[in-house]
C-alpha cells in the first residue's frame, strides 16, 4: 500500500498536436471511486476529471494574483465526496 504523501506519478508527453498523460494515484479514496464501474463508466470519470481540474486550473492561473501560479493542487484540499461529473449536462459548466 502506498502512502497517501508519495502515492501519485505523472508522465506527459507532447506528441505532434497532441498530448497523452499517464496518471498513477495510490490514494485510496481514488481507487474507491472507480471501483465497481465498467471500463466505460472508468473512462467517462477519468475524462470528466480530467476536463474539469484543467478548467480549474487554467481558470486559477488566470485570475492568480501571483505571476506564475506553481501548484494549484496544494492551495486547497479537493473535495472528499466522489463525485460523478459525467451527469452535469455541459451547458452547466
Do not use: H
Not at 51 to 67: H, K, Y
Not at 71 to 85: D, G, H, K, N, Q
Amino acid at each position: 500500500m502506498w502512502d497517501d504523501k508519495t502515492s501519485s506519478s505523472v508522465y506527459v508527453e507532447l506528441t505532434g498536436y497532441s498530448l497523452r498523460a499517464s496518471i498513477e494515484d495510490g490514494r485510496r479514496e481514488t481507487r474507491e471511486m472507480f471501483e465497481g464501474l465498467n471500463a466505460e463508466e472508468r473512462d467517462a470519470l477519468a475524462f470528466d476529471a480530467w476536463s474539469a481540474g484543467l478548467r480549474v486550473v487554467s481558470n486559477a492561473r488566470r485570475r492568480s494574483p501571483e505571476p506564475g501560479l506553481q501548484r494549484v493542487s496544494t492551495a486547497a484540499e479537493p473535495p472528499r465526496a466522489p463525485c460523478r461529473l459525467s451527469t452535469i449536462p455541459p451547458s452547466t459548466w
